[in-house]
């Protein structure tokens, strides 16, 4: 069974920091997206990227947010000058067009 | 903002029963997905409901899809310990960004 695989499983950083979370989705997929999940709460989309852009993207993901498709595999996610409200499950998703697949997630901690 | 409902929030039955669980809202959907999330890991795709007045099996659970494709049903018949879990729906309205509810817990007791 095809998976998305993210890295790291978990990550703990400094307040202002910058992290940058990594995915491979899955490779005859066309969509890709990152969603958060803060503990107790709902999963809430952040973006989504086709075509070698982003496609659609929340009120959250803001100017500290940017996504990228360095090499035609792998699609990261970069968050500069971390906040403690950014902690917070991370997960990476993909698509042919509806049904996704999600990773595991990537759990970040700011402390 | 798609609010999606879901209810009963909790559920905690014996193995063996049946159970129904609901996911509302006031907006329309292209599509909805129901997914199955375990602690600590990600989303897992169940089943994607699109026409209105759909339904969907997979296995012991029967999904459908509401007439006016705003609202979805989950119904578990012969409950198992396994089908413990968080069920998620989430809808789409013609792009593929998804709106989440928060979920129904279901504990089935052995």
């Known amino acids: 069974e095809p998976e998305v695989t993210q890295t790291p499983s978990h990550q703990v950083t400094q307040m202002g920091q910058e992290v940058i979370l990594r995915c491979v989705p899955i490779?005859?997929?066309?969509?890709f997206y990152w969603y958060r999940q803060i503990l107790g709460q709902k999963v809430e989309f952040l973006v989504s990227?086709?075509?070698?852009?982003?496609?659609?993207k929340s009120e959250i993901f803001d100017d500290q947010f940017s996504v990228e498709r360095p090499d035609g595999s792998n699609f990261t996610l970069k968050i500069r000058s971390t906040k403690l409200e950014d902690s917070a499950m991370y997960f990476c998703a993909s698509s042919v067009k509806i049904g996704y697949t999600f990773g595991s997630g990537t759990r970040l901690t700011v402390v | 903002t798609q609010l999606l409902e879901q209810s009963p929030q909790f559920l905690s039955i014996q193995e063996g029963e049946n159970l129904t669980v609901y996911c509302n809202s006031s907006?329309?959907?292209?599509?909805l997905q129901w997914y199955r999330q375990e602690p600590g890991e990600g989303p897992v795709l169940l089943v994607t409901v699109v026409t209105g007045g759909e339904v969907k099996k997979l296995k012991r659970l029967t999904f459908q899809f509401g007439d006016a494709r705003k609202d979805s049903s989950l119904h578990i018949t012969a409950a198992q310990p396994g089908d413990t879990g968080l069920y998620l729906c989430?809808?789409?309205?013609?792009?593929?960004?998804?709106?989440f509810g928060k979920g129904n817990q279901v504990v089935v007791i052995p």
């Open positions: 490779s005859n997929h066309l969509y």
């Open positions: 907006s329309v959907f292209s599509s």
């Open positions: 990227f086709y075509n070698n852009e982003i496609s659609e």
């Open positions: 989430a809808g789409a309205k013609g792009n593929n960004r998804l709106a």
